[in-house]
């Protein structure tokens, strides 16, 4: 398999890899379960995201992508909201539903970038609509 395929797969497992234990630590956090203080649950999510980061990196320079087209910028941005948005629903919010609140707003993020990422639009989902 050509190498940028290969980086494109390892980008798109580390995404899914990304929601789905966001989405665990969630739960996690609006039951008040212990497991989140646990090391693996603390470290894992930086691995995970540093590694969604690097590949992203990775599949941009393979594509000379360079001025940065306007959808890649807007997955930058949204991806620093997604994350911002994922630290008040795992450890900042003051209350179950607040951090509930929160963790609906990242996912609904994660679903803009996913469309940015398949549309190659700012727009997303409503790129062609
Ligand atoms: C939550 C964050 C992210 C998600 C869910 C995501 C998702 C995806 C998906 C599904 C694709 C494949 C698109 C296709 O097959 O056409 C893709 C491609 C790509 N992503 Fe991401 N991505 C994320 C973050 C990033 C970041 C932060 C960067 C840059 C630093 C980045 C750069 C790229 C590039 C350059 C491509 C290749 C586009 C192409 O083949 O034309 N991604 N991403």
Redesign the pocket.
Known sequence: MESYTVV?HL??TA?CL?LAFFIWRAFWSVNGSSMLKARWVRIAPHIIDTA??AL??A??VM?N?WPLPGW?TA??VA?VV?IVLGTVAIKRGATPAIRAAFAVAAVAV?AY??GA??Q?SALSWLAGV
């Open positions: 494109k980008h798109i995404a990304s969604l980061l992203g990196v599949l941009a594509l992508f890649l997955k930058i991806l997604y994660f970038i996913l990422a398949l190659h």
